[in-house]
C-alpha cells in the first residue's frame, strides 16, 4: 500500500511569487491534515481536511494560504504572494477514521523563500 | 505560547545505554499522547502512544511513562542502538474534539547514539 506522498519534495522561491504543494493521502483516508515545521520548531497544525470538507483551519496563519481538498482526494495548499516566513517543511498527513486512527505523514515539502 | 514542551533539545547515547526524553503539556483537554520518530528526509512516523488512564506503555525496547498530576510524560528507549539515531516528537492531541484530532507537537529532540 502507498504511503502519502507529497510533491514537490524541495521548492525554493523568490518572496512575492506563488507556490502551489501536493499531497496524497493514503487511499481510502477520510482525514487529511496540513502541519509545518518552521527551522528548529515545533510541527504546528495548519488545518484538517474530512473528505472535501474543511474542519478546522485554525492554524492557517494568513489569507495567503489557500487549501483545497478536490473531491476528497489529493489536496493542494497554494501560498500567495509568498514571504520569507513562510520557509519550512510543510506535512501532509492522512488517516482513516474518526477516533484515534494513526496519522501517517508525508516526506514533507521544504519550502524556502528568498 | 507553546503547549507541549519537550527537552531536551539534542542527546547524545552511547550504544546499549538509555535514552530519556521529556515532555509536559499544559492543556487538561488532551487525552492521547503519541510519540513520532522521523529520519532525515522521511516524515514523522508514530512509534508508540497513551492513554492518560495508564502510568507506563511498553512496547519492546520502547516506553512511555506517564504521570497525569504532574502532566508530564517521557519516552525511555532501553538498550539504545546506533538505528535509533532520529529525531523524536512528542505530540498530544484530544480525542473527544469531534473527529477532529490535530496534534500539538514539541520542539523536537535530534538523539544521536554513538558506537
Known amino acids: 500500500e502507498a504511503g502519502v506522498t507529497q510533491f514537490p519534495s524541495h521548492s525554493v522561491i523568490e518572496k512575492g511569487q506563488t507556490v502551489t504543494l501536493r499531497c496524497d493521502p493514503i487511499s481510502g483516508h477520510d482525514n487529511l491534515y496540513w502541519y509545518r515545521r518552521v527551522m528548529g520548531k515545533e510541527i504546528k497544525f495548519l488545518l484538517h481536511f474530512v473528505k472535501e470538507s474543511k474542519q478546522d483551519e485554525s492554524g492557517m496563519p494568513n489569507n495567503r494560504f489557500l487549501a483545497e481538498r478536490t473531491g476528497g482526494t489529493y489536496s493542494t495548499l497554494k501560498v500567495q504572494p509568498a514571504e520569507l516566513e513562510d520557509s519550512g517543511v510543510y506535512f501532509c498527513?492522512?488517516?482513516?477514521?474518526?477516533?484515534?486512527?494513526?496519522?501517517?505523514f508525508g516526506p514533507g515539502t521544504r519550502l524556502l523563500v528568498l | 505560547q507553546q503547549q507541549v514542551k519537550q527537552s531536551p533539545q539534542s542527546l547524545i547515547v552511547q550504544k546499549g545505554g538509555i535514552s530519556i526524553i521529556n515532555c509536559a503539556y499544559e492543556n487538561t483537554a488532551f487525552d492521547y499522547f503519541p510519540w513520532y520518530q522521523q529520519f532525515p528526509g522521511k516524515g514523522p512516523a508514530l512509534l508508540i502512544a497513551?492513554?492518560?488512564?495508564?502510568s507506563e506503555k511498553k512496547e519492546g525496547r520502547f516506553t512511555i511513562s506517564f504521570n497525569k498530576s504532574a502532566k508530564q510524560f517521557s519516552l525511555h528507549i532501553m538498550d539504545s542502538q546506533p538505528g535509533d539515531s532520529a529525531t523524536y516528537f512528542c505530540?498530544?492531541?484530544?480525542?473527544?474534539?469531534?473527529?477532529?484530532?490535530?496534534?500539538?507537537f514539541g520542539t523536537g529532540t535530534r538523539l544521536t547514539i554513538i558506537p
Open positions: 498527513a492522512s488517516s482513516q477514521g474518526e477516533y484515534q486512527e494513526t496519522q501517517y
Open positions: 497513551i492513554r492518560p488512564d495508564v
Open positions: 505530540a498530544a492531541t484530544s480525542l473527544l474534539n469531534f473527529g477532529n484530532e490535530k496534534l500539538t
